[in-house]
């Protein structure tokens, strides 16, 4: 079967730096994407990784490592505005978005 | 229309009626998609249309229906509610290619009693 794992809930503080990883098993691959979701709202695209290695935007980083099934996003100079869900999604073979649970990130001053 | 748009916003609705949750786009984007959110499960995939006059089933399609009789619109009609059908429906689009990341809608919050 196809599975996306990523923690729950991780909790840091303003100003510093989190990790978040996923981990996948899907049928094929096609590209991995991060999204934010502020409570109440749709997710918002962040990032996309279809190659091994890292991809920096702003205070925001994504990685992939396609051999390990493996991503994870950094997040640097944490703000409180970024207390949210993100949510790792992998293309499969037939082009669908495989979506993990998302991780809910709270941030404390 | 700036995006997607989808409406209700919100709707509590008695089990056994029909309902359908309307989703318009403006970008002209081909692919369209709805999703269903529940509280610790990822969106899952419900229906799904690449172009105009094409639709396929999702991960969840059983109970929901779909229609793309145009580029703009991907209506999904719930032909008699349950229960189990209270959720988030988040509709959503895309451009061409792999790399297009999917733009969301609002969502709709649907109650079935």
């Known amino acids: 079967g196809q599975n996306i794992d990523q923690p729950t809930e991780m909790t840091a503080t303003e100003g510093a730096i989190v990790q978040i990883n996923c981990t996948y098993q899907?049928?094929?691959?096609?590209?991995l994407f991060w999204y934010q979701q502020h409570a109440g709202e749709a997710p918002t695209f962040l990032s996309y990784n279809v190659l091994d290695g890292l991809e920096e935007k702003g205070r925001f980083s994504s990685f992939l490592s396609r051999s390990k099934g493996y991503s994870y996003l950094l997040l640097k100079e944490l703000q409180m505005k970024d207390s949210a869900s993100y949510l790792c999604a992998v293309m499969d073979s037939n082009y669908q978005l495989i979506w993990g649970a998302g991780t809910k990130l709270i941030i404390k001053p | 229309i700036a995006g997607i748009t989808q409406a209700p916003t919100s709707q509590i609705l008695a089990a056994g009626r029909r309902m359908t949750l309307r989703c318009t786009q403006d970008m002209r984007h081909n692919a369209m998609y709805w999703y269903r959110q529940d509280l610790g499960l990822g969106l899952r995939l419900i229906h799904y249309s690449n172009t105009a006059g094409t639709t396929g089933k999702g991960e969840v399609p059983d109970g929901y229906s779909v229609s793309r009789a145009n580029t703009d619109d991907f209506p999904l009609t719930l032909a008699s509610a349950v229960p189990s059908q209270t959720s988030v429906y988040f509709c959503?689009?895309?451009?061409?290619?792999?790399?297009?990341?999917?733009?969301f809608g609002p969502g709709t919050r649907l109650t079935v009693l």
């Open positions: 899907t049928s094929g691959f096609n590209g």
């Open positions: 959503a689009s895309s451009g061409e290619g792999s790399y297009n990341e999917q733009f």
